[in-house]
């Protein structure tokens, strides 16, 4: 086929009405063509506010329809793989969000879906096709700061509506796979590898009983990466690289604005003491277009999709070994 890839969306998400529709809706290579909900008012509020061109009354109805090429998945943490499963066996293919999944095992199960079905599943880590990512990945593996050595990254914002679905620990709520995710998956990308052993410690909420405070480190061969996420402190992000002979620091990491640049700081390893000191600014775009017309690229050349689940397991190994570790109070191997 050619021309822009028609997209479904399941549910009426906030990120999907807020972010990722608007986004994707400026591609050059998407077209989001159906909404759906089970509330099919609300699917057709959703779509006369989008400008989406069809509204259905279930998901079942969206994934029925043969014009809907792929399937963007929003819906809670724990519908993730039970609806990414379904959308590939009526053979569409899948972008999910992330946490993909709730476990290891989940994940292997939609790669067995997959790999049956041979549709393309990937998982929605908008921050791996960012401008701003790609040149700070060349930056620490060019030899700008020496040898990457370290990463330090603090997540963080407060909610304490209990209605939230980031507050129901058998939907996957809990700040570890919601914004801890985003650290993992950049610190394995960063440092190009896996972590042989992590640790890590949670603090739960006594009434929600998610995890509200979690922190983590992952340890490499040459390398540590730390951090810490919250979703009941202050609304903070920020991601520090540490070279041997410099820095790079993220200003804005995950959350990129698409109305201005954003800003990487690239200092060498006198910076305290009057070194040199360089801002690269980032020219304004929005990562949620450039990630659906990366995904939908890959499927109009059948090649690889951004985030593969091949990565979405090894994002979900460290996540389990981290929820054991805070349990045993020990490293643990993911």
């Given at each position: 086929m050619s021309g822009k890839v028609k997209w479904g969306v399941l549910g009426v998400a906030s990120i999907a009405a807020r972010k990722v529709i608007p986004g994707m809706q400026k591609g050059q290579w998407s077209e989001v063509t159906g909404i759906?909900?089970?509330?099919?008012?609300?699917?057709?509020?959703?779509?006369?506010?989008?400008?989406?061109?069809?509204?259905?009354?279930?998901?079942?109805?969206?994934?029925?329809?043969?014009q809907i090429e792929a399937v963007y998945n929003p819906l809670p943490n724990h519908l993730h793989v039970p609806w990414s499963v379904r959308s590939a066996q009526a053979g569409k293919h899948v972008l999910c969000?992330?946490?993909?999944?709730?476990?290891?095992?989940?994940?292997?199960?939609?790669?067995?879906?997959?790999?049956?079905?041979?549709?393309?599943?990937?998982?929605?880590?908008?921050?791996?096709?960012?401008?701003?990512?790609?040149?700070?990945?060349?930056?620490?593996?060019?030899?700008?700061?020496?040898?990457?050595?370290?990463?330090?990254?603090?997540?963080?914002?407060?909610?304490?509506?209990?209605?939230?679905?980031?507050?129901?620990?058998?939907?996957?709520?809990?700040?570890?796979l919601d914004i801890g995710s985003y650290p993992i998956t950049l610190s394995r990308w960063l440092f190009n590898e896996e972590p042989w052993r992590v640790t890590g410690a949670l603090e739960l909420d006594p009434e929600f009983q998610t995890d509200r405070l979690a922190s983590g480190i992952l340890e490499f061969s040459n390398g540590q990466s730390v951090f810490a996420c919250g979703t009941q402190t202050?609304?903070?992000?920020?991601?520090?690289?540490?070279?041997?002979?410099g820095r790079l620091a993220v200003e804005i990491p995950f959350n990129a604005p698409n109305d201005r640049p954003t800003q990487v700081t690239v200092a060498d390893g006198m910076a305290i003491y009057g070194g040199q000191v360089r801002v690269e600014?980032?020219?304004?775009?929005?990562?949620?277009?450039?990630?659906?017309?990366?995904?939908?690229?890959?499927?109009?050349?059948?090649?690889?999709?951004?985030?593969?689940?091949?990565?979405?397991?090894?994002?979900?190994?460290?996540?389990?070994?981290?929820?054991?570790?805070a349990k045993s109070g020990t490293w643990e191997k993911p």
């Open positions: 759906a909900s089970r509330d099919r008012e609300k699917a057709k509020r959703a779509a006369t506010e989008l400008g989406i061109q069809k509204a259905y009354g279930s998901y079942e109805e969206l994934l029925a329809d043969p969000e992330k946490p993909l999944a709730l476990n290891v095992g989940e994940t292997l199960e939609l790669m067995r879906v997959r790999d049956r079905s041979g549709v393309k599943i990937g998982e929605a880590f908008m921050v791996k096709t960012h401008p701003q990512w790609l040149r700070v990945k060349e930056l620490a593996q060019g030899g700008t700061i020496g040898q990457l050595k370290s990463i330090t990254t603090v997540f963080s914002y407060c909610n304490r509506d209990p209605h939230n679905v980031r507050h129901k620990p058998e939907w996957g709520g809990g700040g570890l202050n609304y903070y992000q920020r991601m520090e690289l540490l070279g041997t002979t600014e980032i020219p304004t775009c929005d990562q949620y277009t450039i990630q659906g017309d990366a995904f939908s690229r890959a499927i109009r050349e059948d090649r690889e999709v951004p985030v593969p689940l091949e990565d979405a397991l090894g994002n979900m190994k460290v996540i389990d070994a981290i929820f054991r570790a």
